[in-house]
């Protein structure tokens, strides 16, 4: 089977520490797979090395066969994208920015997003609550037609409600072929909709099964699975 | 791909916002000073024109500075923020889509205040106002003001790239010492090589009409183009760093 995601021997170091070492990842077209691991595991830096924000990494990493930084910036959709925003900047010219600058931005799509989501579209940024800012970074990402969906933490502090509208948004809309990476700690939330799981611990990627094959063969629930690997492991985030 | 003219549009769009922002600013400034000075200092009424104008010239360097700030922020978060760096688009194009971008920003605001000035003095008819040769002055000026402006933000970039890429080499906790003084010592000798080409360059300017050689326009000409290549360079290192080391929040 062809991979979507193609991580070869990855090892990323920065001010003298080692945060991820010899990660090897294969993702096949159309899933959905939980990114797993303790608080500074190094979830976000993966998700960074895939979406081209992180650079000085060695190993090999393609995405679509995409392989240059700026490539795999086509090819990736990636939920932290208002990071370091200026907060100032009304919503609407937020998305004017996605929709001139992205060209696989669908303005239909963001319209529906953020009418099921609720989006105040009228506000600036800084005027946004914790929750409704994770919404429209979820509504933005989802709006693009790529072939990776890299979410990161998209409900951390957030209430249930906000948290069951977003999971239903992610199952509506994501594109058939596309995969989508999510990381979360509340794993019972988002056990249902995946295919896949991977959990990283000590800068190693530890585990990669298939949400089945965790069910049918081990006989155990995600979050079992997930807490076996739990205890111990040092943050590298 | 993002599209390099769409980029360029929507941060000129954002930078003639901005200018047009510092232009109301300024235009606010001077009048409340002169009506403050009218109403309480014991302007003269027949000296209003005057200091009107002279007002405005002040304010408008003060309101530049404001300008600049903005400019300078904008273009840190161009560099330092996922919104930007996440655009698939090569850095090459993303630090001159900026570069672009800030050129109309600088040349409207500089343009409004010499329209604005100009308006003023034949209005009050504070001074005899020779056009054939002072539009040729102001254009100049405003195109140098625009480089050097392109320049000191390269160089500022260049400076805080150069540091960035130092500090990622360094251990994060042991090292932060030893990083602060790294960037201090990065920090003055920037400063005294910018010193030192400010000085070399000046010297077709300062050269002007002692020059027996070349015409006023010529020295001008070689000036800016000094300014212009220096740029290149400086944004050539900045795309290296940027594509090797430098990573957004």
Not at chain 1, 102 to 128: H, I, K, V
Not at chain 1, 207 to 230: D, G, K, N, V
Not at chain 2, 81 to 90: E, N
Request: aromatic share 8%.
């Amino acid at each position: 089977m062809t991979s979507l995601v193609d991580v070869t021997a990855l090892t990323y170091r920065r001010n003298h520490r080692t945060i991820l070492t010899g990660v090897d990842l294969h993702l096949a077209a159309n899933r959905i797979v939980g990114l797993l691991g303790a608080n500074g595991a190094g979830k976000t830096t993966l998700m960074r090395l895939l979406s081209g924000l992180a650079v000085n990494f060695k190993g090999h990493i393609a995405i679509a066969g995409a392989t240059t930084a700026t490539a795999r910036k086509g090819q990736v959709a990636y939920s932290n994208a208002l990071a370091e925003t200026a907060p100032h900047q009304p919503v609407t010219a937020l998305v004017d920015f996605w929709a001139t600058c992205y060209p696989d931005f669908d303005a239909n799509r963001f319209a529906a997003l953020a009418g099921e989501l609720a989006l105040p579209l009228d506000q600036r940024l800084e005027a946004l609550s914790k929750g409704t800012r994770m919404k429209l970074q979820v509504a933005l990402t989802l709006a693009r037609e790529v072939a990776v969906y890299l979410l990161d933490e998209p409900f951390d502090g957030i209430d249930s409600m906000t948290r069951k509208s977003i999971l239903a948004s992610i199952i509506t809309w994501k594109p058939a072929k596309a995969t989508i990476l999510i990381s979360d700690h509340h794993v019972t939330d988002i056990a249902p909709l995946l295919d896949e799981v991977i959990v990283i611990k000590d800068q190693h990627l530890i585990a990669h099964e298939a949400t089945e094959r965790i069910r049918a063969i081990h006989h155990q629930s995600i979050e079992t699975y997930y807490e076996q690997f739990y205890e111990g492991g040092h943050e590298n985030d | 791909m993002t599209n390099f003219g769409q980029l360029t549009a929507q941060l000129s769009h954002q930078r003639l916002r901005q200018a047009g922002q510092a232009l109301g600013l300024w235009g606010l400034t001077t009048v409340v000073a002169v009506v403050i000075g009218l109403l309480t200092h014991g302007l003269a009424h027949t000296d209003w024109p005057t200091t009107l104008i002279l007002f405005g010239l002040g304010f408008s360097l003060f309101a530049s500075v404001i300008l600049i700030v903005w400019f300078a922020q904008a273009t840190e978060r161009l560099w330092g923020s996922a919104q930007y760096r996440l655009l698939p688009i090569g850095n090459g194009r993303l630090i001159t889509a900026n570069g672009v971008a800030l050129t109309p920003g600088l040349v409207a605001y500089w343009a409004g205040v010499a329209v604005c000035i100009t308006v003023a003095i034949l209005v009050t008819g504070t001074t005899q106002f020779h056009f054939d040769t002072t539009w040729a002055d102001m254009v100049q000026l405003i195109v140098l003001w625009v480089v050097l402006h392109l320049f000191v933000w390269a160089f500022i970039t260049m400076v805080h790239l150069l540091i960035n890429t130092i500090r990622l080499f360094l251990p994060e906790r042991q090292g932060r010492w030893v990083t602060r003084g790294l960037s201090l010592l990065v920090v003055v000798l920037s400063v005294w090589a910018m010193n030192s080409l400010i000085h070399l360059l000046s010297a077709p300017f300062d050269g002007l009409l002692l020059s027996p050689t070349l015409s006023t326009n010529a020295s001008y000409l070689i000036g800016t183009g000094c300014y212009v290549l220096l740029i290149a360079l400086m944004t050539a290192l900045n795309v290296l760093l940027l594509n090797r080391f430098v990573e957004p929040a």
